[in-house]
């Protein structure tokens, strides 16, 4: 049975996640050919070999607007007025009409859509308001939701059978967002942890 294990020892950002998944495709020049197809406006993705801690792996680079990550966050929300999916604070109809566009099977555009309307739900829960009134922060921008897509892209052309997961570590002290300071795991993080094991420590 083809299975996919994720050792999440160290957590799972989003483009971790991508690299190691992006790793195991035979056809890799195929995926970066059709994330670049995409249309996400002003997204750049590149493959490149990386080493962490003596171990080589891949880290995939996402560019906005020529930027990464968090230059790009900045860059973003100087244009918001200009591009309307390019704002840090986008809502879940944003989100929803950005990837109903996107060139992507119908069953990968299912599961994006799926992540956001989990992460929609658990914040709605936090901040005690309807799910259409959520405002995305971290999550809402291009370089998120380049991830967020290329890891459901990835996961279709890999077909695995089942996916098995080691229980995740949430690491421990406090993270600063967009609301403050917030214990770890964030409120609407450990909301959407709700029944899978996990551990903290440093």
Sequence with gaps: ????????????????????????????????????ALGLLGIEIA???????????????VLVHGAEEGAAHAHEHAHAHEHVHA???????????CISHLDLPEAVRADALAVYRSIADAESRVHGVPVDQIHFHEVGTLDA????????LLVSMLAPEQILCSPVHVGSGQVRCAHGL????????ALLLTGIPIYGGS
Aim: hydrophobic content about 40%.
């Design 145 to 152: 939701l380049a991830d967020v897509v290329g890891v459901c």
């Design 182 to 189: 917030l214990p770890v795991p964030a409120p609407a993080t």
């Design 47 to 61: 493959a490149e070999p990386a080493v962490r801690c003596g171990i080589s792996g891949t880290h995939m680079r």
């Design 1 to 36: 049975m083809r299975t996919i294990y994720l050792d999440c020892a160290m957590g799972a950002a989003g483009d971790m996640l991508m690299g190691a998944l992006y790793e195991l495709l035979p056809e890799k020049d195929e995926f970066l050919r059709r994330m670049r």
């Design 87 to 97: 704002h840090p604070h986008t809502g879940l109809h944003e989100i929803e009409h």
